[in-house]
């Protein structure tokens, strides 16, 4: 994979460009005022009067309805929930979207699984950091820069790389490094780490290991320190240096038995079961369960959200949290 950085890119495929950041959660508004912030021409686009309208505009923000703000845009940025992007460009964007522009995704979902099949005669790219926005918006104003990665699904006008990489340095991507890969890549592989590990995968350990804990008799209380707590700070140690770092700032005891046990938790039928998921992704099997369920009203996500909320983990989580939430003076 290439890595770009700050020196191999500038401003000027943007200079005069108008650019419309669809959607103002958490992705869309850190990404259209950093972009603010390094002198590009952003317009949000979002409902007119609705809750991120008004935010939009007391953050100091040009906003606009989603089809004004598409109206004579140079780059479309659809930084939209996956489950509304097919609908909103469907109806307000592909009919204002004019020739030459470059339309931009910060995740595949949609270009990937043709829930979206944009005209030959625009730019298809994707600028997507790896952090949540913000993290991005935080690591900006101090001067630095999220990692990202750039995309070209379509190339028309010959700038869509550059386009890519200019809206990365507005960013301040570019300050870490901005790798380049596919659409294909980014979305199943995005979708696998969340699934397997980062989301799935974790969040099944845990509520495993304090129940296992529980069960034997422990309070849950201390539960929720060892299985939960703790997490947050060995993942950061992984991230700063990797296993190594991790192992050598822990102790021996739990080196030696992080290392000699680990093994019974990921079993073969474990990695049988990531296998499967990473064949859900490509077959587009997950896909089809996903779009299911966004047409039924999302009616099983919010049982699950529902039930998840009822666990104990939960419960005492909330409790233990409220403990140390700093008091206002």
Known sequence: MHIYHDSDVSFDVLDGKKIAVLGYGAQGRAQALCFHDSGLDVTVGVRKDGKSWNRAKEDGLKV????????????????LPDEVQPDIYKDYVAPNLKKGAALEFAHGFAITFKLIQPPKDVDVIMMAPKAPGDMERLVFLEGFGVPALVCVHQDYTGKAK????????????????VFETTFDNETKTDLFGEQAVLCGGLTAMIKAGFQTLVDAGYPPEMAYFEVL??????????????????????????????????????????????????????????????????????KDLKRMEADEKKLQLEVVGKDIRALFERKKQ
């Open 64 to 79: 606009a309805e989603i089809p004004e703000a598409v109206k004579g845009a140079d780059v479309v940025m659809m930084l």
């Open 162 to 177: 550059m386009i890519a990489l200019a809206l990365a340095k507005g960013l301040g991507a570019l300050r870490a490094g």
């Open 229 to 298: 707590h703790e997490t947050k700070l060995i993942t950061d140690m992984i991230n700063i240096g990797g296993f190594e770092y991790m192992w050598h700032v822990v102790s021996n005891t739990a080196e030696f038995g992080g290392l000699t046990r680990r093994d019974r938790v990921i079993t073969e039928e474990s990695k049988k079961g990531m296998k499967s998921i990473l064949a859900d992704i490509e077959s587009g099997k997950f896909k089809d369960e996903w779009r299911a369920d966004w047409n039924a009203g999302l």
